[in-house]
């Protein structure tokens, strides 16, 4: 006789309510293990280790393992069930209901998303139309003034003590609340280039005419709705000291410029420029490849209607809501206008995934165990502090597998971008609505 019995009953087109039974001597086996694991290390006054009798054990530890036995059994019963039926489950099954029945059998009951029955249209040599950013002399010159202002020095001005617009300065910072000290709004030593934007801009303003080496008091109101909670609606006074005033001192554009830019092969302004300019077309290039499979997914995902898995469909919506900062409880999260937006979102996200998916299978895609590897090595690589974490992540069970399953829908989407029909055209920058 099976030691699990199970029966799956539909609960919609993409979820699913497992019925498990596990059979009493099953589970007073697993009891008797954990009583006897517990009865070798356990310490109970008056019995030496190993002799406590399992009744005391059971009165003293017995809530504490039936959670534990009870736990492990559900888990294994319920991977063991979707092996069995072969379930291709795409959320963590939810546990609806349990009974450890008194003749000592286990029945519970767990809900389980699948993937849900895609029926693909035609998703191959699609029309498309691929607009292409020109690239103009400003642009150019854009550029090549970001590279100037990277390879500024700074200038210490000795003979000036007030902050003229352009400045940067270096500062102490100490903020209030009507008389009381604010936390988190005091530092020593800040580099602030001024006018950059890094602080508010009623900040800036009135850091321009502020005289060196004199404590200056700097009064700013912040809105109801900025970011930081501690600061809205109120208005702070900041008694800002500095203690120097730098200029930037730009490189005068020239064939110096280039050489020094550390580009291999340009020596020459005329070539730095030219080098500036095939850059700059590239991005323009890979931008507009970006927004076509943008535009191709988009039209496939409107074009097909299936279900979600409900369960998946609200955990995603939940994620997209913490990534915002939302606390989990506030009123904000349970915003109805919040969760119809975020809705709306998920729902095209969870589509898109599970499109490419299909398009993966019948494709026949595959992702080389070379390419998986490369990627984890070049995350690693570029983690930084973070290597160690990026490594034990991929030691966890899943997460390689996680990793070749996002591998393959892009695989996926590039299948549909090179086989599309494009027309391609060149165009103003204003004529294109995403400009990343």
């Known amino acids: 006789m099976s030691q699990i019995s199970s029966t799956i009953e539909e609960a919609g087109p993409a979820a699913r309510t497992l019925k498990i039974s596990v059979s009493p001597e099953h589970v007073r086996g697993r009891f008797d293990a954990a009583f006897r694991k517990l009865q070798a290390r356990a310490h109970l006054k008056g019995f030496r280790k190993g002799k406590a009798p399992r009744a005391l054990l059971e009165q003293a530890y017995g809530d504490e393992v039936e959670r534990d036995v009870v736990g492990d059994l559900i888990e294994e019963a319920c991977v063991e069930t979707i092996r069995e039926h072969g379930l291709d489950v795409v959320a963590a099954p939810r546990l609806l209901h349990h009974e450890l029945a008194e003749q000592g059998g286990l029945e519970f009951e767990v809900g389980v998303d699948i993937r849900p029955d895609v029926r693909l ?202 990534e915002l900062g939302i606390a989990h409880g506030s009123e904000e999260e349970k915003s109805p206008e919040l969760h119809a937006t975020l809705e709306s979102r998920a729902r095209r996200s969870l589509k898109a995934g599970f499109l490419l998916d299909a398009i993966a299978v019948t494709e026949a895609l595959e992702v080389p165990k070379e390419e998986l590897e490369a990627r984890i090595r070049a995350q690693i690589a570029s983690a930084g502090k973070r290597a160690d974490e990026v490594r034990r992540h991929y030691s966890k069970a899943g997460a390689i597998a996680e990793l070749r399953a996002s591998l393959l829908r892009e695989r996926a989407a590039r299948c549909v971008f090179e086989s599309a029909s494009v027309q391609e055209r060149e165009v103003e920058e204003s004529q294109v609505a995403d400009r990343g």
Do not use: C, W
């Open 121 to 322: 249209r035609q998703y191959k040599n699609l029309p498309a139309e691929r607009s292409i950013v020109r690239v103009e002399d400003r642009h150019v010159d854009g550029t090549l003034e970001g590279l100037r202002q990277r390879m500024a020095v700074l200038r210490v001005e000795e003979d000036r003590a007030v902050v003229e617009p352009g400045d940067v300065v270096v500062m102490d910072m100490h903020g209030f609340d009507g008389d009381k000290p604010l936390a988190g709004t005091s530092g020593e030593g800040i580099v602030l280039e001024v006018g950059s934007g890094r602080f508010p801009l009623d900040f800036e303003k009135q850091l321009v005419g502020v005289t060196r080496a004199v404590r200056t008091p700097i009064t700013v109101a912040f809105g109801d709705d900025h970011a930081d909670e501690s600061l809205r609606g109120k208005t702070i006074r900041f008694d800002v000291t500095v203690s120097e005033i730098k200029t930037k001192v730009l490189p005068p554009v020239d064939d110096e410029l280039a050489a020094e830019a550390g580009l291999e092969g340009v020596e020459t302004l005329e070539a730095l420029r030219e080098r500036i300019r095939e850059d700059l077309r590239a991005r323009a290039r890979r931008d507009a490849d970006r927004r076509v499979q943008d535009a191709l997914l988009a039209g496939l995902v409107e074009a097909h209607e299936f279900d979600l898995p409900g369960a998946l469909l609200e955990e995603t919506i939940h994620g997209y809501i913490h």
